[in-house]
């Protein structure tokens, strides 16, 4: 039930503020380069931790999905934000929750952390 609420109220947030500037898809391949030239980006994992025991981008930070509404004030407003997940979905929705609360750099790693496996980028585990 906790989930739910935590989707629906992304999916609210997504609906009400359409003025805002939209978050952006990447690639893995992209979001390792956008990551690697920008190194203060807030890598968010939004999985659960489950997921994440399988594996992680290092240097990310876990904050599930059904957790985001009331953990928003620990993702930066102030540096770009990267949102991943395993294949893309979740994240697109975070990622555009967190552009229409006014976060002005916000990227969706489109094919998620399956996509950075795929591509051989590090996990850590």
């Known amino acids: 039930m906790k989930r739910l609420c935590g989707v629906l109220f992304l999916l609210l947030l997504t609906a009400i503020n359409v003025s805002a500037a939209p978050s952006r898809d990447l690639t893995a391949g992209e979001a ?5 030239k920008n190194k203060n ?11 994440r025991n399988q594996g992680y981008i290092p240097g990310s930070v876990l904050i599930p999905i059904d957790t985001i509404e009331r953990r928003l004030n620990e993702i930066p407003k102030s540096r770009p934000v990267v949102v991943y997940c395993a294949v893309g979905s979740r994240s697109r929705v ?4 967190l552009s229409n609360s ?11 952390v399956m996509g950075w496996y795929r591509s051989g980028f590090p996990i850590k585990k």
């Open 102 to 112: 006014g976060y002005s750099e916000v990227y969706n790693m489109k094919d998620g």
């Open 41 to 51: 980006a807030f890598i968010l994992d939004v999985r659960t931790p489950q997921e």
């Open 94 to 97: 975070v990622a555009q929750a």
């Open 32 to 36: 390792k380069a956008f990551i690697d």
